[in-house]
Nanobody, 127 residues
Framework: QVQLVESGGGLVQAGGSLSVSCAASGRTFNIYAMGWFRQAPGKEREFVAAISRTGSSTYYADSVKGRFTISRDNAKNTVYLQMNSLKPEDTAVYYC????????????????????WGQGTQVTVSS
């Protein structure tokens, strides 16, 4: 199993940038494909970005493509989400998720693909 802890959320003005991180426990972080999801008040949790075990493949929701970048450092057991050109509609609790997979290059983008979740970090974008 793996435990995930997000950090780095906060309040930022529209047009600004913010980076959130997700630290994973254990020594086998590189067997997990990772994803970021978000949930705004009154809305369902939605996919944001995903990255393969090696970092060779990434995938983004259309709403964040070109503004957000997902990356990972397997030596630090950490996955990152760099968010630029933030909009008020990006306001949400951001969750990271992990999926144990044999595939080195696959990414996953549905909630049911992931078995492990963090507690989330709040990102608020003011207009």
């Amino acid at each position: 199993q793996v435990q995930l802890v997000e950090s780095g959320g906060g309040l930022v003005q529209a047009g600004g940038s913010l980076s959130v991180s997700c630290a994973a426990s254990g020594r086998t972080f590189n067997i997990y494909a990772m994803g970021w999801f978000r949930q705004a008040p009154g809305k369902e949790r939605e996919f944001v970005a995903a990255i393969s075990r090696t970092g060779s493949s990434t995938y983004y929701a259309d709403s964040v493509k070109g503004r957000f970048t997902i990356s990972r450092d397997n030596a630090k057991n950490t996955v990152y989400l760099q968010m630029n050109s933030l909009k008020p509609e990006d306001t949400a609790v951001y969750y990271c998720a992990a999926r144990n997979t044999y595939s080195m290059h696959s990414y996953y983008y549905t909630i049911n693909d992931y078995a492990y979740w963090g507690q989330g970090t709040q990102v608020t974008v003011s207009s």
